[in-house]
């Protein structure tokens, strides 16, 4: 009895760990593109909350490598008022190396830390 009053909390404990490491390993993505080419993510957002995804520029790195055009947030398929969607940047190579992209979760009238970030390591290199 008092080893399973142990080991519950133990488990208990590292199940939260492999959550945390899960949410994480979701909120990193790592691309490998040539130059002229693109990919396209797409991000949950629910702009009725005031939350939207942008560009943290202040924490990216080495943009001049890559475009990031927004694309633009489209409605869940349900249709239904407050319900989520999806907003879609697409990523184009320029140039060779390495980038950082940073996508920040925020309300834009808001001078806080972001809701949730999205992390994207691109990597260009000159193709074919």
Do not use: C
Not at 66 to 77: E, L, M, T
């Amino acid at each position: 009895m008092t080893l399973r009053l142990f080991i519950l909390p133990i488990l208990a404990l590292a199940q939260i760990g492999l959550v945390a490491a899960d949410a994480a390993a979701r909120n990193h993505q790592t691309l490998s593109l040539s130059v002229g080419a693109s990919k396209t993510i797409v991000l949950s957002e629910n702009p009725s909350t005031g939350y939207a995804w942008q560009v943290d520029t202040a924490g990216s790195s080495n943009l001049a490598i890559v475009r990031v055009n927004d694309a633009g947030y489209q409605p869940g398929q349900n249709g239904g008022l407050g319900a989520p969607g999806a907003h879609r940047w697409q990523i184009e190579a320029q140039a060779p190396g390495a980038a950082r992209i940073v996508f920040a979760y925020a309300r834009a009238w808001e001078h806080v830390a972001p809701a949730k970030s999205h992390i994207v390591e691109v990597t260009v290199t000159q193709g074919q």
